[in-house]
């Protein structure tokens, strides 16, 4: 058996989904035999995971499973092993290191 760290998508409609288009992207650790069937497991637990409910302003939330989209084969897991990476281009370095500076932030804030 090998570990995978797999990417659901999933699509936000809250009420009539007049509102921009909302995506949770979630990181999910699957063990599996293969690559195939680390991305089935992934396809089920998204197909589990949608669901309908209406919040407290009575305003109905869909949340509805769109795909799989990476199965990525972890070499070991150990200290510090890479789980996921992306490729970040930004018009201005120094506006983009400030928020990366202020989301640590408020991480320590929290503890």
């Given at each position: 058996m090998n570990w995978y760290v797999t990417k659901l998508i999933f699509r936000i409609i809250s009420g009539d989904g007049n509102h921009p288009a909302?995506?949770?992207?979630q990181l999910r650790l699957i063990n599996a035999?293969?690559?195939l069937k680390a991305f089935e497991k992934a396809n089920k637990i998204?197909?589990?995971l949608q669901d309908s409910f209406t919040q407290a302003q009575k305003q109905a939330v869909q949340w509805?499973?769109?795909d799989v989209t990476e199965v990525n084969q972890l070499n070991g897991l150990t200290d510090g092993t890479?789980?996921?990476y992306?490729?970040?281009e930004a018009k201005d370095a120094d506006l983009y290191i400030a928020w990366a500076h202020h989301k640590a932030a408020l991480l320590t804030v929290k503890n």
């Open positions: 909302q995506f949770d992207e035999e293969n690559d998204g197909a589990e509805q499973f769109v890479e789980l996921h992306q490729i970040h």
